[in-house]
């Protein structure tokens, strides 16, 4: 619903009152929006749905039907429920519309995909596509959202039709970002004779937990044990200084990641320090035992 509500809105705040479309049935609603001077744009996008959706239950089961009904008909209904917000347009100039007409429309998209649910139109022709043929869903809706393009160009200008290009663009970069999370950090992979003191120096200036993977080179056959570390950016700096004071001759290679989940990054857990200080004790107690005996 959130995402349904931030996506319908950008259309009406940044879309719509400066000519510009939208990817996908939306567009063509919004194509003959324009043509016809005010008819609804949701109540179009609902019934442009209704025979995709029968289509849906038909070949791709009950299971996806349901799925994207919930968000077919909630997008619809934002769409016209914040169809008032063109009084208030912000930003009259055409650019900066395209820009943030996308940047808020590929958020309420990414919102949605993330958690699973669709907006119905392009998607649903795209899932039957994938299923009979072996194209890309991406690919297909980028061919649909082409053609809009082209249509907009035609009946509009070579203008608007470049800046319905740029919002196109914004909204499927965030959709992205937002389906793969902004919990960005650096994966380090490092190959070293050293790893036990590097491990050891990160784990207790860093605070961050190390994987220790079996590795063997391909030419010298050596065994190696390559170590693994999820670090954040601004540790990536200290991870190099570690490794090279240990050993200026370690080969490492700094990686994105997406999005990181787990004991120490988004889920709570014990403390490192805690486990250092109970690891310290035991090995102490160990010592004592040793001593005694």
Do not use: W
Request: glycine share 12%.
């Amino acid at each position: 619903m959130l995402g349904c509500l931030i996506s319908s809105s950008s259309i009406n705040l940044f879309l719509l009152p400066n000519h510009l479309l939208s990817g996908g049935l939306t567009g063509i609603g919004m194509i003959v929006y324009f043509l016809t001077g005010g008819l609804p744009v949701g109540a179009q996008v609902l019934v442009y749905n209704v025979p995709l959706l029968i289509a849906a239950l038909r070949v791709l089961g009950r299971d996806y039907f349901i799925g994207v009904l919930f968000g077919t008909v909630m997008f619809s209904v934002c769409l016209d429920a914040t169809h008032f917000l063109n009084a208030y347009a912000p930003v009259p100039d055409p650019m900066l519309a395209a820009i943030f007409g996308g940047v808020f429309n590929g958020i309420g998209y990414g919102i949605i995909f993330r958690n699973g649910g669709s907006s119905g139109g392009l998607d649903i022709v795209a899932a039957i596509v994938k299923k009979y043929y072996s194209f890309n869903m991406g690919g297909v809706i980028f061919v649909f959202n082409c053609v809009i393009m082209a249509i907009s160009a035609f009946m509009f200008g070579v203008m608007p039709a470049m800046y319905t290009l740029i919002s196109m663009f914004m909204s499927a970069t965030l959709t992205d970002k937002v389906i793969a999370g902004f919990n960005h950090r650096k994966v380090v992979i490092l190959i070293s004779d050293k790893t036990e003191k590097i491990a050891e120096a990160i784990i207790r200036g860093l605070g961050r937990g190390v994987t220790f993977l079996e590795g063997e080179g391909a030419f010298t056959h050596q065994e190696k044990r390559v170590l693994f570390v999820v670090v954040t950016l601004t540790q990536v700096a200290s991870v190099k200084r570690v490794a090279d004071h240990y050993d200026p001759q370690s080969f490492m290679i700094v990686m994105d990641a997406n999005e990181v989940m787990g004991r120490g990054f988004t889920m709570p857990g014990v403390k490192l320090e805690k486990m250092l200080r109970e690891r310290e004790q035991k090995e102490k107690a160990g010592r004592a035992e040793l001593g005694e005996g």
